[in-house]
């Protein structure tokens, strides 16, 4: 997720400054490296670095950029490591053309060694710089820019939000977009487009939207949309933006950790467009490895636990989960030159997690991580990274982050299971298959379950504790909603696998105490009945996550929230968990506390 701006203003206007003020507006999306350019007749100037905002600005004065047209950019890096470098804009050989893109672009290896093979020189690390080299190699054919954009444009694969200025067409903004999101702002005579409109609200409250295959055309004559596949022009009329600058940021949702929960549809296809090359590189690490680990903390460590179980069932691989803070006197004595340490963690800067790999890598173990910022002192550390590609996660209780986590190491476990050949190829390609529906199933959850959700809250509020039961795979589940729950609503709350729960913890309950169980049809289906009704008899308020259409459950429960599809045992996390973070949230809205920033907690935990 990164933060796009770009503008055509009146000539004699200077763009430098409004750029500077958008991407402050857009940091939120993405603030690893920041860059931008302006054209100014034949002279385009770019500037751009690593760092935030006022750091690239101090050192390099973004405001005296020359020129009414151009285009700014924030990053959050997905392809390269947030360098100079890989910063944005990128440009062609000439430096003519300066491409920002927000997404991931696939295909950009074969069309990166096809214009290599021509003679482009590529000066980045990122997929991006395919854009403004394909766009200079056809402008070479003698198309013009409009359609030698509109043709580049039509060969990426994957999720785009890209923004062209040349000096081939100095007053002109090429953009476009597929998946990642593009607005266009309408000023007076003076024409935006922006990742959000957060990007333009103090400049116009006329906003355009651009639909998924459109690019458009900003020039001094105004902003003309038309669609990528066949240059047909699109007519669409303006919107008026009412939102207030801090609810632009959150896109109109209340809080950001709400926003970040409704992001996970797209941040799921993210996560799974991440190259196979990557997995084929830590399945390498995880086969010849003696012994493994996964350290975490944690929502990171539920996921760990998710992805352990995933291994053993997949690929018959025993990795041993350690709450980071604990790894030390728990596995550091087993640790030696041929053990993995696979450590997850969003922020990459937990220090319980980095002290372990420190740790671990001092008595030479292969150090792999799943990681949301490219940067971090984790990924520094890292003998191989995967990126999760979540995006910036604000809210600090972790949501997206998640769930993006756990679909990479379910592809990571597919893949060790592949090339180890303990299960079969048939059953792999259906895992995979169906990690790709999850995304459907969540927008499904959230465009008709809010209200149900928002009612078992309210019924819960007056609760002064809350138990979370599933089994299998959805133990790590069940923690996690009490981990959200408890850290957002302050409700103590409690969470076993539900097999143990008679073990001590069923001696807690009493009439209406809410049990929620997380009861997919799976292998524990039966067995996870059994525990309901020894909840239910003794009086519990039986809450139930399950499969639409399971009456058997449905009877026995009070409440139920249905997920549309059946899904395989291993994938039922991904799902079931939304459900448990929405409940999370608006208790704790209906506590009237602030589900952003939840007290004694921090985005990053930077001290042991
Ligand atoms: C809970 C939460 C924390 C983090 C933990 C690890 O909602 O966000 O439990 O998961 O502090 O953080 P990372 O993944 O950044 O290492």
């Known amino acids: 997720m990164c933060g796009i701006f770009g503008c055509v203003l009146h000539d004699g206007s200077q763009a430098a400054p409004l750029i500077h003020a958008a991407l402050k507006r857009l940091e939120y999306r993405g603030y690893d490296s920041v860059g931008e350019v302006t054209i100014d007749g034949d002279k385009l100037t770019v500037k751009k670095d690593s760092g935030r905002l006022e750091e690239v600005h101090a050192k390099y004065d973004l405001d005296d950029l020359p020129g009414p047209v151009g285009v700014g950019h924030t990053r959050w890096a997905t392809h390269g490591r947030p360098v100079y470098e890989n910063s944005h804009p990128l440009v062609d050989c000439k430096s003519r053309i300066a491409v920002v893109h927000n997404g991931i672009i696939q295909n950009y290896l074969?069309?990166?060694?096809?214009?290599?093979?021509?003679?482009?020189?590529?000066?980045?690390?990122?997929?991006?710089?395919?854009?403004?080299?394909?766009?200079?190699?056809?402008?070479?054919?003698?198309?013009?820019?409009?359609?030698?954009?509109?043709?580049?444009?039509?060969r990426l694969e994957g999720a785009y939000a890209i923004v062209l200025t040349s000096t081939e067409q100095p007053k002109t903004i090429l953009c476009a977009r597929q998946e990642s999101p593009l607005v266009l702002g309408i000023g007076e005579g003076e024409y935006y487009c922006g990742s959000d409109f957060a990007a333009f609200?103090?400049?116009?409250?006329?906003?355009?939207?651009?639909?998924?295959?459109?690019?458009?055309?900003?020039?001094?004559?105004?902003?003309?949309?038309?669609?990528?596949?066949?240059?047909?022009?699109?007519?669409?009329?303006?919107?008026?933006?009412?939102?207030?600058?801090?609810?632009?940021?959150?896109?109109?949702?209340?809080?950001?950790?709400?926003?970040?929960?409704?992001?996970?549809?797209?941040?799921?296809?993210?996560?799974?467009?991440?190259?196979?090359?990557?997995?084929?590189?830590?399945?390498?690490?995880?086969?010849?490895?003696?012994?493994?680990?996964?350290?975490?903390?944690?929502?990171?460590?539920?996921?760990?636990?998710?992805?352990?179980?995933?291994?053993?069932?997949?690929?018959?691989?025993?990795?041993?989960?350690?709450?980071?803070?604990?790894?030390?006197?728990?596995?550091?004595?087993?640790?030696?030159?041929?053990?993995?340490?696979?450590?997850?963690?969003q922020s990459g800067e937990t220090m319980d997690t980095l002290n372990a790999v420190r740790d671990?890598?001092?008595?030479?173990?292969?150090?792999?991580?799943?990681?949301?910022?490219?940067?971090?002192?984790?990924?520094?550390?890292?003998?191989?990274?995967?990126?999760?590609?979540?995006?910036?996660?604000?809210?600090?209780?972790?949501?997206?982050?998640?769930?993006?986590?756990?679909?990479?190491?379910?592809?990571?476990?597919?893949?060790?299971?592949?090339?180890?050949?303990?299960?079969?190829?048939?059953?792999?390609?259906?895992?995979?298959?169906?990690?790709?529906?999850v995304p459907a199933l969540i927008q499904t959850i959230l465009n008709t379950k809010i209200d149900e959700i928002r009612r078992i809250a309210e019924e819960c509020d007056a609760a002064s504790s809350i138990c979370f039961l599933g089994r299998g795979v959805n133990v790590p589940t069940a923690l996690e909603g009490r981990l959200k729950l408890l850290e957002l609503s302050y409700v103590p709350a409690i969470a076993y696998p539900a097999g143990e729960s008679k073990h001590g913890f069923i001696a807690l309950i009493e009439e209406g105490f809410p049990v929620i169980f997380v009861a997919p049809k799976d292998e524990t289906?039966?067995?996870?009945?059994?525990?309901?009704?020894?909840?239910?008899?003794?009086?519990?308020?039986?809450?139930?996550?399950?499969?639409?259409?399971?009456?058997?459950?449905?009877?026995?429960?009070d409440r139920v929230v249905e997920i549309g599809e059946s899904l395989p045992s291993l994938v039922t996390p991904l799902v079931y968990v939304v459900p448990m973070q929405l409940l999370a949230y608006y208790l704790s809205v209906i506590k009237g506390h602030d589900p952003d920033y939840p007290r004694n907690l921090a985005k990053s935990v930077t001290v042991e």
């Open 360 to 437: 671990a890598r001092a008595k030479g173990a292969t150090i792999l991580s799943v990681l949301n910022v490219l940067g971090s002192t984790l990924m520094r550390l890292s003998t191989v990274y995967i990126d999760q590609n979540a995006g910036p996660e604000i809210g600090v209780a972790s949501t997206k982050a998640f769930t993006s986590q756990i679909a990479v190491l379910l592809r990571l476990a597919s893949t060790v299971g592949r090339r180890k050949g303990e299960v079969s190829a048939k059953e792999i390609t259906e895992l995979e298959a169906e990690l790709h529906r």
């Open 525 to 557: 289906h039966k067995r996870i009945i059994g525990n309901i009704m020894e909840m239910k008899a003794r009086g519990a308020r039986v809450i139930s996550i399950i499969e639409e259409g399971d009456e058997e459950i449905r009877n026995l429960s």
């Open 110 to 154: 074969d069309i990166k060694r096809e214009l290599e093979s021509k003679g482009h020189h590529f000066q980045s690390r990122t997929d991006t710089e395919v854009v403004p080299h394909l766009v200079e190699d056809y402008l070479t054919q003698g198309m013009s820019l409009e359609e030698a954009f509109r043709k580049t444009v039509n």
């Open 201 to 345: 609200l103090p400049l116009t409250r006329k906003a355009v939207l651009l639909d998924e295959g459109e690019m458009a055309v900003l020039n001094p004559n105004g902003a003309r949309i038309l669609k990528l596949k066949n240059a047909a022009p699109v007519k669409r009329d303006p919107i008026t933006i009412t939102w207030d600058p801090e609810s632009a940021k959150k896109q109109g949702f209340k809080h950001f950790m709400l926003k970040e929960i409704h992001e996970q549809a797209q941040s799921l296809r993210d996560a799974l467009r991440t190259e196979q090359l990557y997995y084929d590189q830590f399945a390498k690490k995880i086969i010849e490895a003696d012994k493994m680990f996964i350290v975490a903390c944690g929502t990171s460590y539920h996921a760990g636990l998710v992805g352990s179980l995933a291994l053993a069932k997949l690929a018959g691989i025993n990795a041993r989960v350690v709450v980071a803070s604990e790894f030390s006197e728990e596995a550091l004595d087993l640790v030696g030159p041929k053990s993995v340490i696979l450590a997850i963690s």
